[in-house]
């Protein structure tokens, strides 16, 4: 296994990743959320849960200002993509992948659904989404009107965790849920309990090991 480290010029700013070669055909492409970056136990253990299926790993590293969720969503979108494109682009080109999947978490799912679920290149890329907005329209509206191969995670407790538009998705044979009773944004319980927020964890990874598996 080898990693690697760039910089690419994103259209906004330059851009740094990190591309675990793990000597996989496919490759998981990951996006931080605001201030839950890949050192946290969500990304740490997609991480490893993505090597342990034999995928190859890029963590893209941005960073925002804090207010860059009050910008229109539209905004938001073309910055974010602007920024991984190029990255995404030279990782593809310094090695032909025959897979290519996306996961991000909260911000990061920003991109993924208003930009790459939108993107044909990608219409046959599997899509994970960790506490997405749902609060904003735009984003229930990409959701629901992607065909892609999707997995949700969310807490019940999550701010943007809306019963109304959960249940419409769950409507949509596309995509499988998981969603923990008590579990706030970052899928940890509140209040605080260290055990009960790593069997959380451990059935968010479960989750993520079915979905990988799972032909697109």
């Known amino acids: 296994m080898k990693v690697n480290q760039g910089k690419i010029n994103g259209i906004s700013k330059k851009v740094t990743y990190t591309h675990i070669d793990n000597g996989s055909p496919a490759v998981c492409f990951m996006f931080s959320g605001a201030g839950y970056t890949y050192e946290k136990p ?6 490893m849960n993505m090597l342990q299926n034999r995928f190859d790993v890029v963590h893209i590293h941005y960073s925002y200002e804090p207010d860059i969720v009050s910008q229109p969503l539209g905004d938001i979108t073309e910055v974010m993509v602007g920024d991984c494109n190029p990255v995404i682009a030279d990782v593809c080109q310094k090695k032909e992948y025959q897979e290519i ?24 890329s599997k ?4 506490t997405p907005l749902l609060k904003f329209d735009l984003i229930f509206e990409g959701i629901m009107s992607s065909n892609h191969a999707t997995h949700l995670v969310i807490g019940e407790k999550d701010p943007h965790f809306v019963d109304e538009k959960i249940q ?3 409507t949509k044979t596309n995509i499988s849920m998981y969603h923990a009773p008590n579990a706030n944004h970052s899928l ?29």
Do not use: C, Q
Not at 188 to 199: E, G, L, Q, T, V
């Open 168 to 170: 419409r998705i769950k």
């Open 127 to 130: 899509m994970i989404l960790l």
């Open 42 to 47: 969500l990304f740490y253990y997609s991480t």
């Open 188 to 216: 940890d319980i509140y209040p605080f309990h260290a055990s009960r927020s790593i069997k959380v964890l451990e059935g968010v990874m479960n989750g993520l090991t079915e979905f990988v598996k799972i032909k697109s």
């Open 101 to 124: 999947m996306f996961l991000g978490k909260s911000l990061g799912t920003i991109p993924i659904i208003n930009g790459w679920m939108k993107d044909e290149r990608y219409i046959h």
